[in-house]
């Protein structure tokens, strides 16, 4: 009955996180008006808007004049259920849930939305930095990264909720100031920028959740992530001859060879850095209790 309760609570929430994902890129109120067709603009009646099982019933349309309604909103309502549940199996009915549940939240709209319209709101990114610290305050991140440090160098552990909002505040500048870094480097050695601010504060708010090594394993977890997916798809646009037309244009120009050509236009083709941060810090949250349990049982016995 929890599990179930979970669930059915996220994939509500989840129709929410929808509204927040297509209007917040917009500057449209998350309050008013109700949902609508995008096309008719009629709005959408009470018993078709249940989470998940209204877009099935539907058939992915509309009620009124048969527009396709994207599969993102049952995906993401989906998807934001399961999470709640894998929060509580891992977490059970404890502060970690409340704080846990509040990020997967913040990220899923957050990771949504860069997919959608390479846009990291600063209406999620700042509100849910001083939320984050809150939290950690309440609730201190995993690791114990600070403990042991603050033990290192001052021989004495300060109270836990000074110690969570120092693991917050170094875990926010820690992510915040690396990518920042690397942005700055990459503008000096290429030309042009290859990251948006937008991914700096994303990862200051993540930080303030998960504290230094969270922070860390978020960081290294997405770039990698990253990294795989965008020389795969890379890799996908030049085989499939993605703008082929445009670098026959240019080949006959002297511009350079077809196959030279070729590559340098799918390699320009640009990956929302916060999708994969967003997912990592969701691996991390998620798996990482449950890599830490097995390594625990399989080699602590």
């Known amino acids: 009955m929890v599990i179930a309760f979970f669930f059915l609570f996220g994939i509500v929430l989840g129709s929410f996180l929808n509204v927040c994902i297509t209007r917040i890129p917009e500057?449209?109120?998350?309050?008013?008006?109700r949902s609508r067709c995008p096309r008719c603009e009629t709005p959408i009646k009470t018993y078709d808007n249940v989470p998940v099982?209204?877009?099935?019933w539907l058939r992915g349309k509309c009620r009124s004049c048969g527009y396709p309604i994207s599969p993102m909103y049952p995906l993401v309502e989906l998807l934001t259920g399961i999470l709640f549940v894998a929060c509580y199996l891992d977490f059970g009915l404890t502060q970690a849930t409340v704080k846990?549940?509040?990020?997967?939240?913040?990220i899923i709209v957050l990771t949504i939305t860069d997919l959608r319209v390479r846009l990291l709101p600063d209406l999620i990114n700042w509100p849910g930095f001083v939320v984050g610290l809150f939290l950690s305050a309440w609730v201190p991140p995993d690791g114990g990264t600070l403990f042991w440090l603050t033990l290192s160098l001052f021989h004495?552990?300060?109270?836990g909720y000074l110690l969570g909002l120092l693991d917050g505040l170094i875990g926010a500048a820690f992510g915040s100031l690396l990518l920042w870094g690397a942005a700055a480097m990459y503008k000096v050695l290429r030309g042009r920028d290859g990251m948006g601010l937008g991914d700096v504060k994303m990862m200051?708010?993540?930080?303030?959740?998960?504290?230094?090594r969270g922070t860390f394993l978020t960081i290294l977890l997405g770039t990698l992530l990253g990294?795989?997916?965008?020389?795969a798809i890379i890799l996908g646009l030049y085989v499939s001859g993605w703008q082929l037309a445009l670098a026959e244009r240019a080949s006959r120009r002297n511009l350079g060879t077809l196959k030279v050509l070729r590559w340098m236009l799918a390699s320009q083709y640009q990956l929302p850095l916060g999708t994969f941060l967003g997912i990592a810090a969701l691996m991390v949250v998620y798996l990482g209790p449950l890599t830490a349990r097995y390594v625990a049982s399989h080699f602590f016995l």
């Open 27 to 33: 500057g449209v109120s998350i309050v008013t008006p």
């Open 53 to 56: 099982f209204a877009w099935l």
């Open 100 to 106: 846990w549940l509040v990020f997967t939240c913040l």
């Open 156 to 159: 004495r552990v300060p109270p």
């Open 204 to 212: 200051a708010m993540a930080g303030a959740f998960l504290g230094l």
């Open 227 to 231: 990294s795989i997916v965008g020389g």
